[in-house]
Protein backbone atom coordinates (compact mmCIF):
# COMPACT_ATOMS: atom_id res chain seq x y z
CA UNK A 1 0.00 0.00 0.00
CA UNK A 2 1.56 3.52 -1.33
CA UNK A 3 1.23 6.50 1.72
CA UNK A 4 1.37 9.94 -0.16
CA UNK A 5 2.17 13.04 2.19
CA UNK A 6 1.67 16.49 0.24
CA UNK A 7 3.53 19.69 1.49
CA UNK A 8 4.00 23.09 0.28
CA UNK A 9 0.85 24.60 -0.12
CA UNK A 10 0.47 28.31 0.75
CA UNK A 11 -1.19 31.86 0.41
CA UNK A 12 0.41 33.73 -2.64
CA UNK A 13 -0.03 36.67 -4.63
CA UNK A 14 -1.05 36.41 -8.60
CA UNK A 15 2.03 35.91 -10.71
CA UNK A 16 3.86 34.03 -8.15
CA UNK A 17 5.19 30.84 -7.74
CA UNK A 18 4.82 27.75 -5.85
CA UNK A 19 6.51 24.58 -5.73
CA UNK A 20 4.19 20.94 -4.34
CA UNK A 21 5.94 18.25 -2.54
CA UNK A 22 4.66 14.76 -2.37
CA UNK A 23 6.64 12.15 -0.26
CA UNK A 24 5.93 8.61 -1.48
CA UNK A 25 6.35 5.87 1.06
CA UNK A 26 5.65 1.38 -0.31
CA UNK A 27 6.61 0.90 -3.53
CA UNK A 28 5.82 2.73 -6.79
CA UNK A 29 6.98 0.57 -10.02
CA UNK A 30 7.70 1.42 -13.01
CA UNK A 31 5.44 2.51 -15.65
CA UNK A 32 2.34 3.45 -12.75
CA UNK A 33 1.24 6.97 -13.00
CA UNK A 34 1.65 9.52 -10.66
CA UNK A 35 -0.51 13.29 -10.92
CA UNK A 36 -1.63 16.19 -8.81
CA UNK A 37 -5.49 16.61 -9.10
CA UNK A 38 -7.15 20.03 -7.52
CA UNK A 39 -10.76 20.43 -6.01
CA UNK A 40 -13.09 23.56 -4.75
CA UNK A 41 -15.22 22.85 -2.14
CA UNK A 42 -18.67 21.60 -4.26
CA UNK A 43 -16.57 20.98 -7.30
CA UNK A 44 -15.58 17.87 -8.95
CA UNK A 45 -11.68 16.76 -8.86
CA UNK A 46 -9.56 17.85 -11.95
CA UNK A 47 -6.59 16.41 -12.76
CA UNK A 48 -3.48 19.34 -13.43
CA UNK A 49 -0.95 17.10 -14.60
CA UNK A 50 0.79 13.81 -14.53
CA UNK A 51 3.45 11.67 -15.25
CA UNK A 52 4.08 7.64 -15.98
CA UNK A 53 6.40 6.51 -13.31
CA UNK A 54 9.80 5.49 -14.77
CA UNK A 55 9.78 6.81 -18.65
CA UNK A 56 8.51 10.03 -17.70
CA UNK A 57 6.22 10.61 -20.06
CA UNK A 58 3.86 13.65 -19.04
CA UNK A 59 0.38 15.25 -19.57
CA UNK A 60 -1.00 18.31 -18.07
CA UNK A 61 -4.73 19.94 -18.24
CA UNK A 62 -4.51 22.94 -20.71
CA UNK A 63 -5.24 25.95 -17.84
CA UNK A 64 -1.97 25.14 -16.59
CA UNK A 65 0.28 24.48 -19.74
CA UNK A 66 3.08 26.19 -19.94
CA UNK A 67 2.71 27.13 -16.46
CA UNK A 68 3.16 24.02 -14.03
CA UNK A 69 5.65 21.57 -14.42
CA UNK A 70 5.20 17.78 -12.69
CA UNK A 71 8.33 16.15 -12.24
CA UNK A 72 9.73 13.15 -9.90
CA UNK A 73 13.12 12.02 -7.55
CA UNK A 74 12.72 8.50 -7.96
CA UNK A 75 16.04 8.73 -5.21
CA UNK A 76 14.00 10.43 -3.00
CA UNK A 77 10.46 8.53 -3.58
CA UNK A 78 8.87 12.03 -4.17
CA UNK A 79 6.51 14.37 -6.56
CA UNK A 80 7.06 17.62 -7.04
CA UNK A 81 4.28 19.96 -8.94
CA UNK A 82 6.59 23.63 -10.04
CA UNK A 83 3.30 25.89 -10.17
CA UNK A 84 4.54 29.15 -11.92
CA UNK A 85 3.05 32.69 -12.62
CA UNK A 86 -0.35 31.66 -10.43
CA UNK A 87 -3.96 32.50 -11.04
CA UNK A 88 -6.54 33.46 -8.70
CA UNK A 89 -8.03 30.70 -10.24
CA UNK A 90 -5.51 27.63 -9.48
CA UNK A 91 -6.69 28.51 -5.76
CA UNK A 92 -7.68 24.75 -4.84
CA UNK A 93 -7.06 21.95 -2.64
CA UNK A 94 -4.36 19.90 -4.58
CA UNK A 95 -4.09 16.38 -3.82
CA UNK A 96 -0.66 13.74 -4.76
CA UNK A 97 -2.47 10.40 -6.40
CA UNK A 98 -0.80 7.09 -7.33
CA UNK A 99 -2.82 4.71 -9.99
CA UNK A 100 -1.11 1.45 -7.84
CA UNK A 101 -1.23 -0.55 -11.53
CA UNK A 102 0.53 -0.48 -14.38
CA UNK A 103 -0.40 2.18 -17.06
CA UNK A 104 0.63 2.21 -20.89
CA UNK A 105 -0.34 5.33 -21.42
CA UNK A 106 -0.26 8.70 -18.53
CA UNK A 107 -3.68 9.46 -17.21
CA UNK A 108 -5.00 12.28 -15.98
CA UNK A 109 -8.45 10.43 -15.03
CA UNK A 110 -9.63 10.59 -11.20
CA UNK A 111 -11.16 6.92 -11.59
CA UNK A 112 -7.78 5.47 -12.86
CA UNK A 113 -6.01 6.75 -9.15
CA UNK A 114 -6.56 4.49 -6.11
CA UNK A 115 -3.94 5.99 -3.75
CA UNK A 116 -4.43 9.29 -2.39
CA UNK A 117 -2.95 11.77 0.14
CA UNK A 118 -4.66 14.05 2.21
CA UNK A 119 -4.43 17.51 0.30
CA UNK A 120 -2.23 20.77 0.95
CA UNK A 121 -4.28 24.17 0.29
CA UNK A 122 -2.79 26.77 -2.46
CA UNK A 123 -4.59 29.92 -2.36
CA UNK A 124 -3.78 33.04 -4.76
CA UNK A 125 -5.23 36.08 -4.14
Known amino acids: HVQLVESGGASVQAGGSLRLSCAASGYIFNSHCMAWFRQLPGKEREGVAA????????DYADSVKGRFTISQDNAKDTLYLQMNSLKPEDTATYYC???????????????????WGQGTQVTVS
Open 51 to 58: IRTGGGST
Open 97 to 115: AATGSFRSLVSLMVTDYIN
